[in-house]
């Protein structure tokens, strides 16, 4: 066969990504007749940020008091700080009991209380106006999830699913998405695919950042792929920072922002490296309770690390060595046998939290049926932007996976009908070229790998939670160096298992998602949300759009766009 050419595969749908949202999509899809290719760069239904997910999921069912989508619209709204996209929210928040009831029928086994009758158990999140968010168990809503939706796909003849598969470039003719090109990375095989309908699932890009709650494969390659190929971004700007991930010591198999609800819930202590609380220093003393707000929380570890009063890792400590051990036991339940397996004892010990990435608000600019501006381009879960806008609602993440990848899969296939197969063999060329030039490099020059660890650091001290004008430019300066040295990158020449290969792919998509975060993170003067900037202080109503961004061989082009409200 052509190393040049590779295999070439047709499908009426396919999905980049095959996480929660991707594999909904599928699953979808398949069910309105539509064959499938469900790929992912790692493990298909293993990867992604959903299986790491062990909290909650926000939809109005009404189980544990009374409750209407409604009001769960209303609470996003609120939180999104006047930048949400009230139509696309307003799907998100109807259709989510569904899809609630259609996870339980799959047999994922949500929480019950039997207190009351046999209902399912909704607990309280922050900004939720009511008990409204369902889980499975303390540490298995994502695994659970990800498992129930898995056993769905297999039952499904017309879902192809490929893994390992690095999407480098989605082919478009004439203004329409006709398939992809990718690398399989354990042969260096380049893989040529027809399709109909194209969907990005490929999640958030929090793991740009070098203090993060994502999985590895979570660098933006969505919202790159987009991109590169004329679809709109939206908000890219909105990064959400969690205040207390943890940090040290090392914590294996669990969730690195799980310490939020145990310290709402006991008033676990924040000390800096000098043992002594500090959030009364910014505004907020806590007396013993979880009272202060995320933002403020965020904000007071950073300076005081800033201020060398960091715990030895560089974050501040958190403290539940005050509450008595069966108050420990009854509140975190299995979850202390899990943390002595590591050697964390809770009773004789404090943990280290900093502020990481965890989610983003922005993404791929969609239409109420989930399309981009590129006809037959779609995008689901985290991939799509606006539903959330300055800021998500705790609990809204899963349950847009769930939402938006039905949704969109139900589209894709209905875009796909009638279509004859796309014949993308000329036009994919110029992508197939690239993967052969990329591997074909050898020399002394910058190492991707290194550099997307440097690209990382950039990014969270200079567009991490708090940023200034300054700390912007001198970012995007350094992305834009980066990129002038992009294609003189070595790879090593080898054509299998070439992981620094993939690594240059990888910082391809970084570096094209970064200038955009940093140019709209420049752009916007006030601080909104999870947007924050130390040099213009406060919300600015004249500020009260989104930021659209589209790239064409000029480069970036920023505009403002109404945001979209419910009549």
Known sequence: MDQNVGQYLETDVLIIGAGGAGM???ISAAKAGANVILLDKSIVGRSGATIMAQMTVAAAIGEEEPDDWRFHLKDTITAGRGLVDEP???????MAPARIWEMEDWGIGWARSVAGGNHITQAHAPGHDRNRCVYVDFL??????????RNQVRKYDNIRRISD???TDIVVEDGKAVGAVALHLESGEPVTIAAKATIIATGGLTSMYNRNSASANMGGDGFALGLRAGAELIDMEFVQFFPIGHLAPRLIGMDPIMWDPFRYKLGGRLLNGDMEEFTQNYGTAEDGKYVVTRDMATYAIVKEV????GSPHGGAWLSFEHIPKPDLRAAFGPVIDRLAKVGIDLTKMAIEVYPIAHYHMGGLRVNDSLTTNVSNLFAAGEAVGGANGANRLSGNAITEAFVFGELAGRG???AAKGQTMPDIHDSARPYLEIITNAGARTGDGPNPTSAITELQK??????????????LQRAVAAISEMQAELPHMPTGGAIAFNQQLGDWFGLRNMLAVAETIATAALARTESRGAHQREDFPGLDEAWSYNQVIRADGDGLHISRGEVRQLS
Not at 88 to 94: F, K, Y
Not at 306 to 309: L, Q, S, T, V
Not at 458 to 471: A, H, I, K, M, N
Request: proline share 5%.
């Open 24 to 26: 909904y999509g599928a």
């Open 88 to 94: 696309l929210a307003q799907i998100l928040c109807e």
């Open 140 to 149: 298995s809503t994502g695994p659970a999830s990800s498992r129930t939706l």
């Open 165 to 167: 598969l690095t999407v």
């Open 306 to 309: 800033e201020a060398g009063r």
């Open 412 to 414: 894709a296939a209905e």
């Open 458 to 471: 950039l990014l969270q001290q200079d567009v991490g939670p708090f940023r200034t004008g300054e700390g």
